[in-house]
């Protein structure tokens, strides 16, 4: 059995684990980034010392890692991965990584963005194994998508990724996007939209079960408002509902245009499951074309959840690169 070890490289978290070839996490673990760093060298320190230690973990099972997988949230460019975008760990902006990496590691690393890591995953080793054509996307403070269009080959153009996804624009009469344009999905269905209407239920009264919430902690978050759907809050069950419609809305825009055999929805806003599901297969069936539709066999939370990110940073070693 072959292994490696892969590292999902999160704004307040790294998170890694060694991975079989069969996609099976043997161990993982997490720890704290030093994102706020202005300057790349504790970023780079902890990513060596965290690949270490884990590589010094399998070794105590008597398993050898082949190489080291990572993947940023952000875009990277050229054979040394250059850092671009790097929004949530400044340090490391149009920082080369690779050099330092490969030195201290060996020349057996590689790098995706960790979207892309999380679609590779679901398609090789996920639900998105029954597919040919899959539409994967990840929602959380953002939102991006990884799309295998035929045979297992991925849209990739501007940076390696199939387009800025979470910016297809869902109401011309909406918020400003952080992107400087208006009205896009991130406005209405990330982690940052769904509190703030969470906020707004808690402080209009309009939800008992969230204002309780909000009383009781000082703040909310999207797990809230799913844990008080689920407990039969109208308001809260609203709110997936209203979040639900959109994210359906803008996935009948990319099922006319990429006409998936199935959409996979993963990241942290996933873990409300049919909460977020029913609603959008609901605007789908309301707005779509019947033939694109017909296409589509569904609409499903992707299998693979938190851990798809490490699984697809590993399978960067473990896959040939004629699939990745
Ligand atoms: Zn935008």
């Known amino acids: ?41 504790p970023i780079v ?12 973990r399998a070794r105590g099972l008597g398993l050898e890692s082949e190489g080291f997988g990572f993947g940023p949230p952000n875009f990277f460019e050229g054979p040394d991965w250059i ?15 690779r050099p330092p990496l490969a030195a201290a590691l060996g020349e057996n690393i590689a790098m995706d963005n960790d979207v892309m890591n999380g679609g590779l995953a679901e398609y090789y080793f996920g639900e ?18 990884s799309i295998f269009i035929e045979g297992g080959q991925r849209i990739r153009y501007h940076y390696g990724w199939p387009g800025d ?32 209407f969470a906020l707004a239920a808690a402080r209009s009264k309009k939800s008992p079960a969230l204002a309780a919430r909000l009383a009781g902690k000082g703040d909310l978050e999207p797990r809230d408002v799913t844990e008080a759907a689920l407990a039969g809050d109208v308001a809260a069950k609203e709110i997936w509902d209203e979040v639900g419609g959109y994210l359906g809305m803008a996935l009948t825009s990319y099922v006319h245009i990429f006409a998936p055999h199935v959409i996979l ?51 960067l070693i473990l896959l040939p690169e004629s699939l990745r």
Do not use: W
Request: aromatic share 4%.
């Open 165 to 196: 996804t979470g910016h297809i624009i869902i109401d011309p009469h909406g918020r400003p996007c952080t992107c400087g344009g208006r009205g896009c999905l991130e406005t209405v269905a990330t982690i940052r939209p769904i509190r703030d």
């Open 1 to 41: 059995m072959r292994h490696a070890i892969g590292i999902d490289i999160g704004g307040t978290k790294l998170k890694g684990g060694l991975v079989e070839e069969t996609g099976r996490v043997v161990f993982k673990e997490s720890r704290s980034s030093p994102a706020g760093s202005q300057t790349p060298g």
């Open 265 to 315: 929805v993963g990241g942290g806003i996933a873990e409300a499951g049919e909460l977020l599901l029913e609603p959008a297969r609901r605007a789908l069936a309301a707005l779509g074309s019947p033939y694109y539709l017909g296409l589509l066999r569904g609409v499903k939370k992707a299998s693979l959840g938190p851990d798809a990110g490490l699984i697809g940073a590993a399978a």
């Open 45 to 56: 320190d902890a990513l060596i010392g965290f690949a270490n230690d884990l590589r010094e």
């Open 83 to 97: 850092q671009r975008q790097v929004n949530n760990m400044p340090g490391l902006e149009s920082f080369a990584l």
């Open 128 to 145: 998105g194994h029954n597919y040919d054509r899959v539409f994967f996307i990840a929602i959380g403070t953002g939102i991006a998508a």
